[in-house]
């Protein structure tokens, strides 16, 4: 996606991917300012651990507690998160969201972030997580009302559900029965590679509205792109990169 729009933009530039084991983040990070890297996009499971190797981090990723994108500033590695913002821009494709209960499935960084997007734009937001203490605790950092165990969900009514777990990243699982959803909302997965998870299959044959996890990874890609760049971002021309990879991220 990054360089189908560094080369629709003009740009001598190029993204290329680094597998690095969660013990060997800090010399990643080492090497990156020997390297003169100019942008890093922090991918799981890194977004919170990575924080402790930068200069600085913006306000809204402190709040939010994750980092997603590092930018180098003169000498300085600066984190942001453009991932509340591509979460955003990604569900508001179906329905606003201002006003709505949402439940948001999951309490890692992804979570945090739309945790964070949520509350911001006047949604009612209950966290659900396996360990009920990391959602008890995401809750009072960001302002959510609720937070219980994953199987709480068809205790809660809800207008927009979103997954930030990994179930169903590679497989054919759902983190949530079939049952529990209705027509009556928006369902979104964070998780992209099946485009149309279970859990998205099964939303839409409720009835539900339905984002598959592409639209947040390349909303925040963009996000990403025009804050090193300062060009505005051809999201079309970087969708299309993502359909053409088959689906296998940035």
Same mark, same amino acid.
């Given at each position: ?29 080492? !090497? ?89 734009? !006047? ?89 598959? !996890?592409?639209w947040m990874l390349v909303h925040q890609a ?23 990879? !088959?689906?296998?991220?940035?």
């Amino acid at each position: 996606m990054h360089r189908a729009a560094y080369r629709e933009r003009g740009l001598d530039a190029t993204y290329v991917a680094f597998d690095v084991a969660p013990k060997l983040l800090g010399d990643a990070l080492r !090497g990156a300012r020997a390297l003169g890297i100019r942008q890093l996009a922090v991918s799981l499971p890194h977004k919170v651990a990575v924080r402790k190797y930068l200069d600085r981090i913006d306000p809204v990723a402190q709040k939010i507690g994750a980092v997603n994108t590092i930018t180098r500033v003169e000498d300085e590695l600066v984190g942001s998160n453009t991932d509340w913002q591509g979460a955003l821009r990604a569900l508001e494709r179906e329905a606003p969201v201002a006003g709505r209960r949402a439940v948001v499935l999951g309490a890692g960084g992804t979570a945090r972030a739309l945790v964070y997007a949520l509350c911001r734009e !006047g949604a009612e937001v209950t966290v659900l997580n396996r360990t009920v203490a990391t959602a008890e605790g995401l809750a009072a950092d960001l302002g959510a009302r609720a937070a219980g165990p994953l199987g709480a969900l068809p205790d809660h009514r809800f207008e927009i559900l979103v997954n930030t777990t990994s179930v169903g990243l590679g497989s054919d699982l759902s983190p949530v029965a079939a049952e529990a959803l209705h027509p009556d909302c928006v369902v979104m997965d964070a998780v992209y590679e099946p485009a149309r998870t279970r859990l998205l299959r099964d939303a839409a044959a409720a009835g539900a509205r339905t984002v598959e !996890g592409k639209w947040m990874l390349v909303h925040q890609a963009a996000l990403q792109f025009e804050s090193w760049s300062g060009c505005k971002a051809p999201l079309e021309a970087m969708a299309r990169a993502f359909d053409q990879a !088959g689906g296998s991220g940035t």
